[in-house]
């Protein structure tokens, strides 16, 4: 689905559910990771996130979408368009949205293995484990201030 078709939709829903047209603007944010879509106040457009279209199908998406058309018409009307308002409870139990989005699955790729650097002093054979790279020119052992050097990377 492109921006343009999540446009369209968007304006269908609202026609169709809010009696009231769509004025502004639709469109997918990649950046969007911890909820399915916001409103934003001052432009009055909504932000989609696509991995709920990818991941949990058009249903939840359409659940998204009218959360979210939710947000506008209430601001847009001046009335209480926060999710603890009456109004927006209200609003959403009449148009059948969620009041939450369902949660991704989780995506066990995007976790990175963790290295471990191991460092060891040349003179007491000091053994210290870093994560980050530590500047062995500048940093000495903590024991006996012998010189360190990195003796091997591990991936956990």
Do not use: W
Request: proline letters at 3%.
């Amino acid at each position: 689905m492109t921006d343009h078709e999540l446009q369209k939709l968007v304006e269908e829903l609202s026609q169709t559910h809010f009696n009231i047209p769509f004025m502004h603007k639709a469109s997918f944010n990649l950046r969007l990771r911890t909820t399915g879509g916001r409103y934003l106040l001052n432009s009055h457009n909504i932000e989609i996130n696509r991995k709920y279209l990818d991941q949990l199908g058009m249903e939840e998406l359409i659940g998204i979408i009218k959360h979210e058309l939710c947000h506008y018409h209430l601001h847009i009307n001046k009335k209480g368009y926060q999710h603890k308002d009456a109004d927006f409870k209200n609003l959403l139990r009449k148009v059948g949205g969620p009041r939450y989005c369902s949660s991704l699955p989780k995506d066990n790729n995007q976790a990175k293995p963790k290295r471990t650097l191991v460092y060891r002093c040349q003179s007491c054979n000091q053994i210290y484990l870093r994560r980050k790279i530590v500047n062995t020119k500048k940093y000495v052992c903590g024991k006996c201030r012998g010189k360190l050097t990195l003796e091997e990377t591990r991936n956990n």
